[in-house]
């Protein structure tokens, strides 16, 4: 009885084939950090898949190794900020807008102020930050937007912003422009909405 | 250039292709390749083997091209090619699997210290498909890996709607009985 | 202690449910087939529909699945890249393993517009092109994927799910 629970133990500790493309102390190392993170609880796919785009492009042991462990402390955040509630696809991207500058408390406000999948949210504004927008701009470009703005609007908002800093504006006053311009239609809400655009003059 | 949300859809190929636009159906080869191809690895047990089935099924879906009533529908169409191609693929690749899973259960009974840190459980996932009668095996694969609906199997295997609920029942039972086998090595 | 029945044959769907890497030679082994088919009325070079459809600003027809189940709210999307000099491009990224055989992308001839096409489950993805088997590319359409740890460029897809 006591041995087949063993057996069941170890079964969890099994190794995923993709891992074969790295090396063997390699392929322990990851190995070791999947195992972590499944026992954590955490999704392990965008662990392997990070050992793999390592393996692939060729990177050094110690990279591959450093790159998924990062990776497995930055989900661990990421599900600290999101709640245990939260899907994959949202926690890969909250890592992306951790990474990108947005704060475990911007990323809890973004929970609390917009309905689930978060996926695209998160996204968006990561991306603004890789386009050049400062961090805390594009936090509160996304915050404002998330209780009301659908995914596909967000997308947008991101798109008109890039195009503007592709004609020279500059990347934060690209953000507050097309914010206050009330570019996206968003449908006035009941009440107290933070997320309508307001109209201000500007110099 | 980037990325364009764009999908010709089936039936526009097949029309582009009866029209006489070859290279149509290459994209239409594209599309299914990866996900039947799943359908005849599992299924048939053997990576090369599956791969002929598929390509086997893709030429004659092609030939048949004309008898494709509903081309809206020309995945269903294609895929009740394919699984009947598998069928007589698999009596080939029973007789290969059958040697497979006797050294399989050679191993078994042989005293490995180290086998609970070895246990493989992809490969016992493997083997115990493999162990599966093929009418249970077909039928839980389409169900539950392709996620076809009972009617649509119905269709594409000839069988009756009870007889697959049964079999499914019968596949997943078995299935966790070969597992629980292996773990108690 | 024991799993549950469901759960050991959950885990079996959800293993076997898995892409499986298909030899990407199969399609052209395919059309090299078709192409000695006789059929009537079939006119001499073949077209490239997808390329043709990249030309088209507007988007098309919304993909849908044909086995009608739930399962797939899955976007099929068209990746393309112009690279003219290139003798092989491969689209690379967390949706198939970081494989370059998994998604070899295809060009007219002469062109230089490579694209391929595959289905993305909702989820935010890196990926990249490979040109040539060695040389890393970004999508210059793309927002970048900031976090290059490995010294090559890479670009980002998020594909939404419900809302968007």
């Known amino acids: 009885m006591i041995l087949a629970a063993l057996l069941l133990v170890t079964q969890v500790a099994v190794q995923d084939p993709r891992l074969d493309r790295l090396d063997p102390d390699t392929r322990s190392a990851v190995a070791a950090v999947v195992d972590s993170a499944r026992v954590a609880r955490l999704p392990i796919e965008p662990i392997i898949q990070r050992a793999l785009e390592g393996a692939t492009k060729g990177a050094p042991s110690t990279r591959i190794v450093a790159a998924v462990r990062k990776l497995a402390v930055d989900l661990g955040t990421a599900r600290t900020a999101l709640g245990t509630s939260a899907a994959e696809a949202e926690l890969e991207a909250a890592v992306a807008a951790l990474r990108a500058g947005a704060t475990p408390e911007v990323i809890a406000h973004l929970r609390d102020t917009r309905r689930p999948p978060l996926t695209m949210a998160l996204s968006v504004l990561a991306d603004l930050v890789a386009s050049g927008v400062p961090a805390d701009s594009a936090a509160a470009a996304v915050l404002a937007l998330a209780p009301k703005a659908r995914d596909a609007d967000l997308v947008e908002f991101r798109r008109a912003v890039e195009r503007d800093i592709a004609l020279g504006a500059p990347p934060g006053a690209a953000t507050s422009v097309r914010l206050n311009a009330g570019a996206l239609d968003i449908p006035p809400g009941p009440s107290s909405n933070p997320g309508t655009p307001t109209r201000r003059s500007r110099p | 250039m980037g990325i364009h949300k764009v999908e010709p859809s089936d039936a526009e190929l097949v029309r582009r292709v009866r029209a006489g636009d070859t290279g149509a159906y290459g994209a239409l080869v594209s599309r299914y390749r990866n996900r039947l191809g799943r359908y005849a690895v599992h299924m048939i047990g053997d990576r090369e083997d599956a791969e002929e089935a598929l390509q086997d099924s893709f030429v004659r879906a092609y030939r048949s091209l004309a008898r494709c009533d509903d081309p809206s529908r020309f995945g269903a169409w294609l895929y009740g090619i394919l699984v009947n191609r598998c069928r007589t693929t698999g009596a080939r690749a029973a007789r290969r699997r059958r040697m497979f899973v006797r050294d399989a259960q050679a191993l078994d009974g042989a005293a490995h210290a180290d086998r609970a840190d070895r246990l493989d459980w992809t490969d016992a996932v493997d083997r115990a498909l493999a162990r599966l009668a093929p009418d249970y095996r077909e039928a839980f694969l389409l169900k539950h890996v392709e996620d076809l609906e009972y009617e649509e199997i119905a269709e594409l295997t000839g069988a009756g709607v009870s007889a697959l609920k049964m079999r499914v029942k019968r596949a997943r039972e078995q299935l966790q009985k070969y597992l629980r086998e292996a773990e108690h090595v | ?164």
């Not at chain 3, 030309?55 to 189940?69: D, G, K, S």
């Not at chain 3, 694209?115 to 359409?141: C, H, Q, S």
């Not at chain 3, 490995?150 to 670009?155: A, L, R, Y």
């Open chain 3, 1 to 164: 202690m024991f799993e549950r029945e469901d759960e050991t044959v959950e885990r079996v769907i959800q293993h076997l449910r898995r892409p499986v890497a298909i030899d990407p030679g199969l399609d052209a082994r395919v059309m090299r087939e078709v192409a000695q088919v006789p059929r009537e009325g079939r006119r001499g070079r073949p077209l490239w529909p997808l390329l043709a459809a990249a030309a088209v600003v507007a988007t098309v027809l919304v993909a849908r699945p044909w086995n009608r189940t739930a399962a797939s709210n899955a976007d099929t999307l068209q990746f393309v890249l112009v690279a003219p000099q290139a003798a092989s491009v491969a689209l690379v990224g967390d949706f198939n393993d970081w494989d370059p055989a998994r998604s070899p992308m295809q060009t007219a001839h002469g062109a230089g517009i490579w694209a391929t096409v595959i289905r993305l489950a909702p989820g935010r993805y890196r990926y990249a092109f490979l040109v040539n088997g060695v040389e890393w590319r970004a999508d210059p359409n793309a927002p970048a994927a900031r976090d290059d740890e490995f010294g090559t460029p890479s670009s980002v897809i998020t594909v939404g799910g419900r809302g968007s």
